[in-house]
């Protein structure tokens, strides 16, 4: 992955100068770069004519391995000739709103030094342009190596990692939506036009054929990897088995299709003895989106995120609100599913467990079980308004659950609403927010705000 670092200048000061300008800025490319791991920042050149800048963006826009564009005035640039070019740009874009001296030099400073460095008034008329024409955008301002900047640069490359992914993600849904429910559904065609998502729907039978075909000796090497890395709690190892042949054929599935998100839906398992449990658990701690009940819209959020995040400390995962502890003052949010749950928020060993399941009329499957981590997060959910999708998201800390839950088959994690659970609760009923989110430790909302820019989305931060 790579971003594409532009420097604005002019022919105005001399061949002498733009000599300058381009040491400095491959200088100050190779500085960040040392900096940054999960992208390649590429010097690709100055602009000084229209031609120019109309021929980077177009670069920019074209190239698959270039995920947005980083710009940079050194010395002072006329700013007309990004007119054209700025119009068609369609990936991410940052203006560095820096300097290469950090340091007035006070005795030396002349002319020639101050119309050098004068992205002081360059990135102005610069910046002037891209918000007359509404280009979307993160603006970081600084020394280009203080800490601080280059956190700012390397968190909005996460998002422009995350905007690459989903231009280019599939989602497979076995099954539809649960019957009736309202907010799982939604425009497919207006997400794909607004995120570049592909939606695509296979019959329950798909699968089971794929199941079908597993092996024994797959299915025995799998099982035998599984029990080392979890407690086995269950004597009902044909169960467990069962599981694996799942998480198998499901991998080959998505796999040979170039799916790295799915769905699925209790009320459509036609062929299949279990529901999918602990095979969607693992599938989701390999990066995998899902959303239960043919949640797409959450299956493809919790696919990009987990991308976005990737590379961070803390977790990112699929969740519902499911139930409340509503002690006065103490207000908590019991998380969970009723098998889905990702086990990279963890903070127990989890352990394989076989319980009987009410809904879906199948045998007892096979699940991970654990108590989940804790510290501040967000909850993030988008819901299809008709004309428009929002984006919400609600500031949260997880906590240790406060008692052992002995009694409960399934794995959980609890959390305080902000700025209280009244208000918090409140304002996400009323922003229309669903109960499948994405939780993130990882993320922040100052990452979704600009995803949510960068896609034309509606945004609610709740905090
Ligand atoms: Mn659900």
């Known amino acids: 992955m790579k971003i594409y670092f532009i420097t604005g200048s002019q022919f105005l000061y001399g061949e002498e100068t733009l000599k300058q300008v381009e040491r400095d800025s491959i200088k100050m490319v190779d500085y960040i770069n040392a900096k940054i791991?999960?992208?390649?920042?590429?010097?690709?050149?100055?602009?000084k004519t229209e031609r120019e800048a109309t021929k980077f963006v177009k670069e920019v826009n074209y190239e698959d391995e270039c995920v947005g564009m980083m710009v940079w005035c050194h010395t002072f640039s006329p700013a007309k000739m990004w007119i054209n070019g700025m119009k068609s740009l369609q990936k991410p874009m940052l203006h560095l709103h820096t300097q290469f001296n950090r340091e007035l030099p006070y005795d030396e400073i002349d002319m020639d030094f101050m119309n050098l460095n004068q992205s002081a008034h360059g990135d102005r008329e610069f910046a002037y342009v891209l918000t007359r024409l509404g280009v979307p955008r993160v603006s970081v301002a600084g020394y280009y190596q203080d800490e601080d900047v280059i956190k700012e640069i390397s968190e909005w490359a996460d998002v422009a990692v995350a905007v690459d992914y989903s231009k280019k993600l599939k989602v497979c849904r076995?099954?539809?939506?649960?019957?009736?429910?309202?907010?799982?559904?939604?425009?497919k065609v207006e997400a794909q036009i607004k995120l570049g998502w592909q939606v695509d729907y296979y019959g329950i039978g798909d699968i089971v054929a794929e199941i079908n075909?597993?092996?024994?000796?797959?299915?025995?090497a799998l099982y035998n990897e599984i029990i080392s890395l979890y407690t086995l709690k269950t004597d009902d190892v044909a169960s467990v088995k069962e599981q694996v042949k799942y998480e198998i054929a499901l991998k080959r599935f998505l796999a040979k299709n170039d799916y790295t998100a799915l769905t699925t839906n209790f009320q459509d398992l036609h062929g299949l003895k279990q529901l999918f449990g602990m095979s969607i658990q693992r599938l989701m701690a390999e990066g995998y989106g899902f959303g239960a009940e043919g949640d797409w819209k959450i299956s493809a959020l919790s696919a990009i995120f987990k991308k976005m995040a990737e590379g961070r400390k803390g977790v990112t995962c699929f969740m519902e609100d499911y139930t409340y502890d509503l002690v006065k003052g103490k207000e908590l949010v019991l998380g969970s599913h009723m098998l889905e749950v990702c086990p990279t928020v963890a903070s127990t060993k989890p352990t394989i467990e076989v319980h009987p399941l009410g809904i879906g009329d199948r045998e007892p499957p096979a699940r991970l079980v654990f108590d989940g981590t804790e510290g501040d997060g967000?909850?993030?959910c988008m819901v299809d308004m008709g004309d428009r999708f929002r984006l919400i998201c609600?500031?949260?800390?997880?906590?240790?659950?406060?008692?052992?839950m002995p009694k409960l088959p399934v794995a959980r994690i609890m959390w305080k609403l902000k700025p209280d659970f009244k208000s918090g609760a409140k304002a996400w009923l009323e922003a229309g927010g669903a109960h499948h989110t994405v939780v993130s430790t990882a993320l922040t909302a100052k990452d979704m705000e600009l995803f949510a820019k960068l896609n034309g989305l509606e945004f609610v931060h709740i905090k």
């Not at 791991?37 to 100055?46: C, H, L, N, S, W």
């Not at 076995?174 to 425009?187: I, L, S």
């Not at 075909?213 to 025995?220: A, C, F, G, L, N």
């Open 37 to 47: 791991d999960r992208v390649e920042i590429v010097y690709k050149g100055m602009v």
């Open 174 to 187: 076995f099954g539809d939506n649960m019957r009736e429910v309202a907010v799982t559904d939604g425009d």
């Open 213 to 220: 075909k597993v092996t024994e000796e797959e299915t025995e």
């Open 378 to 380: 967000i909850a993030v």
């Open 394 to 404: 609600a500031e949260i800390e997880l906590v240790k659950q406060p008692k052992p």
